[in-house]
């Protein structure tokens, strides 16, 4: 029996949210460290492994705390480096780890390197921190990300009378990582919080480090390699640190993050859109082979898959998924396309499914037994709602609905102190959609991913296992396997398992034959009730209701 300590991260399911948004512990109408801190047992009894925090860095805030100024404090309206501590601490106890948000590309234009810059005489390392030009005509064939906001990658400076580079927002220009001593100064932020005690980085935009005339200026061979320095850096701190890249690229672009000495997983944001539109059209084809396809680049577990996250759910230009994948999904959600931001739909997910919890759970059970780790967005257990309207990406980001309470327990501050307002918008209205009422409603989808994660605790072969797809006779009906041996983690020991898993995509009932021979005459267990089924066989049936899935454990 292999006996080997695997890495803590390995199919770790992660909770993201937003500090400002999630609780507010000292009443000042803005979710702090402390609030996170209080709702650990919560989180804790959801049945997540570790949390991943949005910036908590000090920022104007022009971008949700993405444009940061200092990147080894805390924002002083989330608390200081003792309520870091503090919640890390706190974490460990309650089983959890803490993912901070690193923020490699760029700087608040407020950063005193920005502002140093802005002074220092051209060619001195100083002004070179950044990327300046003479003229806008620089790296013509980066694409404009954030295309609702700006029209260019440059932006003129007065004070420094050149122009700067920024890929995101006019206000976060692009540090430059052709400087060795920029390098230098990241690693440095990258050895403060290791030393904090940090178990991971979710590592912002990284495909943008550097730039090449003539390309896209992502995922050049010289980002690579600062990747590389980074994991060997991490390494060297002799901990188990996640590093997790967020590149929002199809699968072939974003493998080479996952070279063995660089990150250790990245999002699959072209399996997000591959989810929804698979519900969008009940169709399971492209879901296969897109799945099939992340496999055959990394094989493993090594693919954070999220539903929704704080952002637009990307879409992109036609570079990430066809455009008819885009497509369909537009097609296939009523309203949907009303709420095209930059490069997709700024919707949470819950009102993008109109309310109707079966797509929701069917798409919680597909991510949370895929290979990979399933990424959860705060709220989304709930299927809380979103404020269109609200200026940016803010419509997916107001506060957690904790009770009845004024505020849905957010905070006790007055309305118009409130960092954004709480949901009351008719069917997701906070005094209904909370964790409080949903928690004594046995069947409440709050407790459904609580039943669902307890199970998946239990079953290895869904954490690390392996993955083999099982020929379906229905065309909205995918099937797969997830098998792992017997191995010991150096605590316990851990069986060898099979689960197999089948999902209906479409919003009518499937019956279909599934080839188990592999298991012919082996015991089917369904694993969220106990119900048994007949023996595998070759032409074994099974009937899902619409958007039906079931977790079948193999037996003996
Ligand atoms: C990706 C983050 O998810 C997004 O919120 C942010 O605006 C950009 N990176 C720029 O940092």
Redesign the pocket.
Known sequence: MPNVKPPWWEGCVIYQLMPRSFHDADGNGIGDLAGITQKLPYLEWLGVDAIWLTPIYPSPLR??G?DITDFTSVHPDLGDLRDVRLLLEQAHIHGMRVILDL?LNHTSVLHPWFQRALWAPKGTSERDFYVWRDDDQGYADAPVLFRHFEASNWEWNEVAGQFYLHR?LRHQPDLNYANPAVQEEMLKVVDFWLDMGADGFRL??VPFLFEAEGSRCEGLPETHAFLRRLRARVESSGRDVLLLA?AIQPVDESAPYLANDELHAAFDFGLTAHLFAAVANGRSDALRDCLTHAQEMVPGCRWALPLRN??ELWLGDGHLVPDEVVETILNGFPGAREHWLNWGINRRLAPLLNGDARPNTLLHALIYSLPGLPCLYYGDELGMGDWPGLRDRDPNRTPMAWSRAPNGGFSSAPDPLLVLPPITSPGFDYRVVNVEVQQQLSGSLLNWHHRMLTSRRLLPALRYGDMVMIESGHPSVLCYARSCQERSDGEENLPAMTVIVAANLSGTGASTRLDLSPWQGHRMRETLWGCEFAPASPEWFAYLHAYGFFWWLVGE
Do not use: I, M, N, S
Request: charged share 40%.
């Open positions: 971008d949700g993405y923020v995101f912002d935009a967020e704080h952002d």
